[in-house]
């Protein structure tokens, strides 16, 4: 018994599961303007909230899901722009915007590739993508405007885990709005 | 060309849109908003947001308003129990502590010390945050048409939380002490020692600028300087938790907020902070000995007092004040004992004094009044010879500022306003003071 080796050619997924979804012009507007929403006042009463970055995950399930790496950039801007209008006023317009961008284009370019559709998947790729997240806001916020953050490993390790965890019932919710 | 832009469409599109950004960034840091400025797309955005926060935290406020005031009832009668017996050891405390606070509004006004008070203050709701950890900033419902301003100061019952740093019609914002670009002039309530109290990324709040050569335990409280110009001084910030030796010969003193900054719901906006003198008119007479007493060591007070109610010879060798005595130490003939509710009085002229209470250095025993010193006084201080009433009997109201520099002057220029208890200045009266006994005071 041989087993042959199949030489990868360029996909991990079937044909089926790169299908492109598309969304409703009231899901594109509605749902990242209620992320930032309720990422701004739910702190007020759930102390541990600022943990869980609604509009990340939003960019995430958005750029995925159409598999448009323009549109993941775009996505990926206005949401993060949004995001820093309520950053307060030492905070500038762009920091999220940037990281943002950076993320909705991996994600849109990663799930031309993989399956993003499985839980596992969308675990790992969230976990991931958060920690490409929190090192590009801290390279922007330390590289280009020398603001003294520090890096906590440990921190952005446990954020990210609950994230991804979060972020299973988010796009199992988010599912909802899809159109082929 | 074409393929080229084609094949490598998506990177140059993320590369545009990061190069606007990062443009955008640039602009912003080169030209940042003045102080107290908004710009126009925040306020926007936050004017747009803000009702939809409002109408959202206020009905959340009025189910849990109602849930707990119809429905949520139980245990009510023992709470009120609880809180009966716990408002009858506050009064206790607070009797105690009233009186306290007369003798330092009474110090404070004999050395012209200026107060700052919270004047006037709104209530506001936390209506939101800014949704991200970096940034820590938390938004009030109350904004300029309610008289809000930049720069006010935020604060809890428990302690202070922050200050308004933009204002919109209808909102604040409201930068917290735990955020990293927050200071805030803070001291140690015990040893007094200054600092800045300043916010890090990960919302730990460290006091720092304090010489690594100090003593600071865990547990001490952290007030409110002043020296910011923003908090009233004395406010609750914090506590202690741990000291390390930090770079740059400062400790590294990390200290907990009095005020739970990631609990709050309604907090009080400072809108009027007042500058003033304390009253200290309504605390009772003033008396030169008062504020000598201030400045002055305590000494013990116990003094052996014989059957007929005069003090042993022995025993008031202390309060040399005499008008007549020489060679008495050079504090010693300054009145500047504490004020004590001994019965001290004065005896008629030739008498001996009796002083229960005379062990202070200057002693000023006597209920008899104003003793008017001898312009031929030797050896002593002129204020020797202020012998006042130690036990509130001759109350003799005067200027704080007047007061002050009296008792560094000369006594008997005090200005008795109540005829009433003042006795007839008798001329013999600046002998009747205790006869000096030559034994140094004891300090």
Known sequence: ?180 | MDTFLGRYKNLIVLAAILFAQIVALAVQVRRPAQEGETRLIRLWAISTVTPIEKAVVHSQEWVQDTWTTYAYLRGVRRENRELRAELGRMKIDDARISEDARMARRVQALLAFKEQYVDSTIAAQVIGTSGSEQSRVLYLDKGSNDGITPDMAVITPTGIVGKIVQVFPDSSQVLPINDQFSGVGAALKDSRLQGILKGAANGATTLQYIMSDEKVVPGEEVITSGGDRIFPKGLPVGRVVSVEPGKDLFLNIRVVPSSRLDQLEEVLVVTKITEKMPDAKDLGPLRASDILAERLPTVPSKTEVDAAGNAKPGAATAGSATGTGTGAHPTAGTAASKPVNGAATINKPGGAATAPHTAAPGSTPGTGGVVKPKPTTTGTHPAATTARPSNSAAPVTTAPSQVGSQANRSAPTTTPKHPKTESAPNPNSDQSTIPPTGAPPQL
Request: contains cysteine; charged residues 10%.
């Open chain 1, 1 to 180: 018994m041989s087993s042959r080796v199949m030489p990868f050619r360029g996909s991990l997924t079937s044909r089926e599961q790169v299908s492109v979804y598309e969304f409703s012009w009231a899901a594109i507007i509605f749902v990242p303007l209620i992320a930032v929403l309720i990422q701004i006042f739910i702190p007020v009463r759930v102390r541990f909230l600022p943990i869980i970055d609604l509009p990340f995950l939003v960019t995430i399930f958005f750029a995925t899901a159409r598999r448009n790496p323009i549109s993941g950039c775009i996505t990926g801007c206005l949401i993060g722009l949004t995001q820093d209008l309520f950053a307060g006023p030492s905070h500038p317009l762009g920091m999220y915007g940037i990281a943002l961008t950076v993320i909705g284009y991996l994600a849109s370019s990663l799930g031309l590739k993989i399956d993003v559709e499985n839980p596992g998947s969308r675990f790992l790729l969230t976990y991931a993508f958060f920690v490409i997240h929190q090192g590009v806001y801290y390279g922007v916020a330390h590289g280009l405007l020398r603001e003294g953050l520090q890096w906590s490993w440990s921190h952005v390790a446990i954020s990210a885990l609950a994230n991804a965890v979060i972020g299973i019932f988010v796009f199992k919710f988010l599912d909802r709005f899809k159109q082929r």
